[in-house]
T-cell receptor, first 112, second 113 residues
Framework: AQSVTQLDSHVSVSEGTPVLLRCNYSSSYSPSLFWYVQHPNKGLQLLLKYTSAATLVKGINGFEAEFKKSETSFHLTKPSAHMSDAAEYFCVVRSNDYKLSFGAGTTVTVRA | EAGVAQSPRYKIIEKRQSVAFWCNPISGHATLYWYQQILGQGPKLLIQFQNNGVVDDSQLPKDRFSAERLKGVDSTLKIQPAKLEDSAVYLC???????????FGQGTRLTVV
């Protein structure tokens, strides 16, 4: 069985400062990992994915994530937050039979 | 390409009533998922279809929830009778094949009063 734990339920940053969203996973095999973003009243949008290629993954809107097997982590970062980054972010692990398991989510607020 | 379409966007019903949600996946996507997202939580898988067959419905409360994908394209999710705790956003997602990403619809927000 696989699962993800998002370590922060809420992150607040100032515009222009770095963003760090933490995710730890549990999996009995080499996982595929994803970050999705959900803006209010919008559908889930894929930010980036790790599928056993490069451990540093670049996504859309300046986000990137690093897969660290030794730490079972897949933290999401962005060097400079923008007001439009305010949203809910989900870390997701995919099983071998292609089921997606979501973390509880991290709400990001960006202060002007 | 058109995205995953869901309807209705919003629905308010009284407890013990019935409700149905509809999903039209992206053309050519063989895999279709229904997720339940309760406020403040991550989405939880209810059922996964591969074409018109069920792959996993272990988390579907089968005493009140049902889903079908008769022709392997559109899908409907039904709740009968609804309970207050069914209030949530119901998300549909589809995927073309192995090792491809899943695309999500905007969801149907259900409020049971």
């Amino acid at each position: 069985a696989q699962s993800v734990t998002q370590l922060d339920s809420h992150v607040s940053v100032s515009e222009g400062t770095p963003v760090l969203l933490r995710c730890n996973y549990s999996s009995s095999y080499s996982p595929s990992l994803f970050w999705y973003v959900q803006h209010p009243n919008k559908g889930l949008q894929l930010l980036l994915k790790y599928t056993s290629a490069a451990t540093l993954v670049k996504g859309i809107n300046g986000f990137e994530a690093e897969f660290k097997k030794s730490e079972t982590s897949f933290h999401l970062t962005k060097p400079s937050a923008h007001m439009s980054d305010a949203a809910e972010y989900f870390c997701v692990v995919r099983s071998n039979d292609y089921k997606l398991s979501f973390g509880a989510g991290t709400t990001v607020t960006v202060r002007a | 390409e058109a995205g995953v379409a869901q309807s209705p966007r919003y629905k308010i019903i009284e407890k013990r009533q019935s409700v149905a949600f509809w999903c039209n996946p992206i053309s050519g996507h063989a895999t279709l998922y229904w997720y339940q997202q309760i406020l403040g939580q991550g989405p939880k898988l209810l059922i996964q279809f591969q074409n018109n067959g069920v792959v996993d419905d272990s988390q579907l409360p089968k005493d009140r929830f049902s889903a079908e994908r008769l022709k392997g394209v559109d899908s409907t999710l039904k709740i009968q009778p609804a309970k207050l705790e069914d209030s949530a956003v119901y998300l549909c997602a589809s995927r073309r094949g192995q090792n491809t990403e899943a695309f999500f619809g905007q969801g149907t927000r259900l409020t049971v009063v």
